[in-house]
């Protein structure tokens, strides 16, 4: 095994890269408690494995190394005193570093516990048998319910952060909720650790469905959606931690940043569909001259428009895909007239929202006929001779610019590669970069902050935008604006 230095900043944090039967290894050096928190839910069985030499503190995937190789590997002398793993216990709530060997009776010894990096993230137990991560620490209230498979942490009238701290650690990432009349309060548990009427008898509450909840995580696009009844759904708890949108599906308030133009990734099996989100006309032109009918769906909802090749997707299975409500009335359809105009066709219906609708007023014109693009008068035939000419061009240009920044997102210490014409990312690489450098960013935004860099790298007549995400990296596109491809 090798070992580099992957990132060399002179501040408190830093990364190595250790390399185990030629797979990379990711080793985190006095990460903030924060970070810990997001290394934690990005490995894939939720546990880090920690070793403490020289004044500092090494957390990597539990499942890329164990602890003995990671000592060998540093040509140190391995000592059980300085392993620990991080993780959530069984039926807990709390993240705690414990030592990978510990007797009845022990404790973790001095020279840990009274270690400044220790000091300002963890709390030892009671016992001093464990050191709790300060930055989980959970306010809200909570009670213990006995079951077969242990006791069960019910959370009870947490807020909207701490809703989404205990989705984000449930197994499926899923809670279930009960509502008290009588006490006038919400109850919401892990939903694989107990289903609902059994959670009721424990609570001594009543069974009715009008008074359950299901919260979830879609994994599609990372948003939280919140299931209850119309009884419920204007409580004045709901009403603050949720938001809902017109269809009256309630959606938890993680105060996002709406983006004017961003681009999602469905798959329906193996076949990849772009969505772009509420796109300018330009990209409309792009998208519908590449597309199999020169057609293209859309759907909208809250404001936001969203759209797709035709072919590819029917409205109702994309929408489900996207992770929203869907409403028959909501679906959208762009193609081109015989004139060359672009037209955007809406059921009429909602004729009168869409007219109004800030974007359709910026990107459209309206007729009886439909909404005519702006930008769009020049002819298919026109565009397929301009892009003939330039073909190669453009892609020359686009391999030159994709390696401009890979090499530029290298020297930041951010983990890339290029496949088929694209810039991947690391999205932990990343995520860990911002945190050194920007306080108080989710992971939109430090997306976002990552592609300003590079936008301020690069030419200013590129268009640089990110192109879709898995769970573990986060495409860019780019290309000349003025070129449509």
């Not at 419920?232 to 959606?251: D, Q, T, V």
């Not at 993680?254 to 961003?262: G, I, Q």
């Not at 892609?395 to 930041?412: G, M, R, V, W």
């Amino acid at each position: 095994m090798s070992i580099r230095n992957f990132i060399n900043i002179l501040n408190e944090y830093s990364q190595i890269t250790l390399y185990a039967n030629q797979e990379k290894v990711f080793v985190t050096i006095n990460p903030e408690g924060p970070l810990l928190e997001q290394l934690l839910q990005k490995s894939s069985y939720s546990e880090l494995r920690c070793y403490y030499d020289a004044d500092k503190f090494y957390f990597w995937a539990n499942e890329d190394l164990f602890h003995s190789h990671f000592a060998e590997d540093l040509n140190i002398d391995f000592n059980p005193d300085y392993a620990f793993y991080l993780n959530i216990p069984f039926n807990g709530n709390n993240i705690v570093l414990t030592p990978s060997q510990i007797d009845d009776g022990d404790i973790i010894i001095a020279e840990i516990l009274n270690h400044p990096y220790i000091q300002k993230w963890f709390t030892p137990n009671n016992t001093k048998t464990e050191l709790l991560l300060k930055s989980s620490l959970t306010e809200y209230a909570s009670t213990s319910v006995p079951s077969s498979s242990g006791d069960i942490q019910v959370a009870i009238n947490p807020n909207k952060n701490e809703l989404k701290w205990i989705t984000d650690r449930s197994i499926y990432k899923e809670l279930r909720g009960l509502y008290d009349e009588v006490d006038d309060a919400f109850y919401f548990w892990d939903a694989s650790k107990l289903i609902h009427n059994h959670m009721a008898n424990k609570l001594n509450l009543p069974d009715e469905s009008d008074f359950r909840l299901t919260l979830y995580k879609h994994s599609s696009n990372n948003e939280y959606y919140l299931s209850c009844s119309s009884f419920i759904a204007s409580h004045p708890y709901i009403e603050r931690n949720f938001k809902r949108s017109i269809y009256g599906n309630l959606m938890l308030n993680v105060n996002k940043k709406l983006k004017e133009y961003a681009t999602d990734i469905v798959y329906d099996g193996p076949i990849k569909i772009v969505v772009a989100i509420n796109p300018p006309a330009t990209a409309l032109i792009k998208m519908l001259d590449k597309s199999k009918l020169n057609e293209l769906r859309g759907y909208y909802i809250n404001g936001t428009f969203y759209f797709w090749d035709a072919y590819l997707a029917i409205h109702a299975n994309l929408v489900y895909e996207l992770g929203l409500e869907y409403n028959y009335l909501n679906r959208l359809w762009i193609d081109r007239t015989s004139s060359g105009d672009i037209s955007l066709v809406n059921v009429e219906e909602m004729d009168e929202i869409i007219k109004r609708d800030p974007y359709i007023q910026k990107y459209f014109n309206y007729t009886p006929q439909g909404h005519i693009l702006k930008e769009a008068k020049t002819s298919m035939r026109d565009i397929m001779d301009a892009v003939d000419g330039k073909m190669f061009e453009s892609i020359h240009e686009t391999a030159k610019y994709n390696q401009q920044i890979l090499d530029f997102l290298h020297s930041l210490g951010i983990d890339a590669e290029i496949d088929n014409d694209m810039v991947l990312v690391d999205r932990t690489s990343m995520v860990i970069y911002v945190s050194r450098n920007v306080r108080n960013l989710d992971e939109v935004d430090s997306y976002e902050y990552v592609l300003e860099l590079i936008r301020e790298h690069l030419p200013n007549n590129l268009l640089i935008t990110w192109a879709g995400k898995t769970d573990d990296w986060h495409g860019i596109s780019v290309y000349d604006r003025n070129f449509s491809r």
